[in-house]
Antibody, heavy 120, light 107 residues
Framework: EVQLLDSGGDLVQSGGSLRLSCAAS????????MSWVRQAPGKGLEWVSA????????HYADSVKGRFTISRDNSKNTLYLQMNSLRAEDTAIYYC?????????????WGQGTLVTVSS | AIRVTQSPSSLSASVGDRVTITCRAS??????LGWYQQKPGEAPKLLIY???SLQSGVPSRFSGSGSATDFTLTISSLQPEDFATYYC?????????FGQGTKLEIK
């Protein structure tokens, strides 16, 4: 069974940093692109960042470009999101999601989410 | 970035009704569009991928259609467990974009 376990969410002050992790199991991790998607309280879904299976390519939403860095350790089957210069508007539940191929595609499944709260 | 406009933003319906939700992309995305269902406190769940392919395990009352810029999600006969929020996602190119969501409520 494919499983994704998000962790690392916390309460942090504006301007601070946080690293999220997503532990994957049940599939060949290095063969699939992965993404982070967030959802602010009471709001819709926002795609944040993606990384290819080989980690050769990364992509970011304009809202986080230059502040967030996505990475992966294929030997540990783990996806990361390093979040720097955090702002109040980054407050959200962050989900990791598995793409349908090594480079792009729809998301399935998703992790359970981890809550990031940025206090101003 | 491709904009995805989803409508309606909310919908009231009864058990047994047929409902349709639409997404329109600001430029062609071929069939690179998926549909998700989200219930409160849960992660989104994939219903439809590649515009019209039903995800394994999803009831056949859910169906998707469309290509290029115009897409629809149809629920043929609403069941109590279908009351949730629905989102479309274009994954044609980065940055990926979601529709604004449709909250389906019980009438």
């Amino acid at each position: 069974e494919v499983q994704l376990l998000d962790s690392g969410g916390d309460l942090v002050q504006s301007g601070g940093s946080l690293r999220l992790s997503c532990a994957a199991s049940g599939f060949t991790f290095s063969s699939y692109a992965m993404s982070w998607v967030r959802q602010a309280p009471g709001k819709g879904l926002e795609w944040v960042s993606a990384i290819s299976g080989s980690a050769a390519s990364t992509h970011y939403a304009d809202s986080v470009k230059g502040r967030f860095t996505i990475s992966r350790d294929n030997s540990k089957n783990t996806l990361y999101l390093q979040m720097n210069s955090l702002r109040a508007e980054d407050t959200a539940i962050y989900y990791c999601a598995k793409a349908s191929s090594g480079s792009y595609g729809w998301f399935d499944p998703w992790g359970q989410g981890t809550l990031v709260t940025v206090s101003s | 970035a491709i904009r995805v406009t989803q409508s309606p933003s909310s919908l009231s319906a009864s058990v047994g009704d047929r409902v349709t939700i639409t997404c329109r992309a600001s430029q062609g995305v071929t069939n690179d569009l998926g549909w998700y269902q989200q219930k409160p406190g849960e992660a989104p769940k994939l219903l439809i991928y590649a515009a019209s392919s039903l995800q394994s395990g999803v009831p056949s009352r859910f169906s998707g259609s469309g290509s290029a810029t115009d897409f629809t999600l149809t629920i043929s006969s609403l069941q109590p467990e279908d009351f949730a929020t629905y989102y479309c996602l274009q994954y044609y190119n980065y940055p990926y974009t979601f529709g604004q969501g449709t909250k389906l409520e019980i009438k």
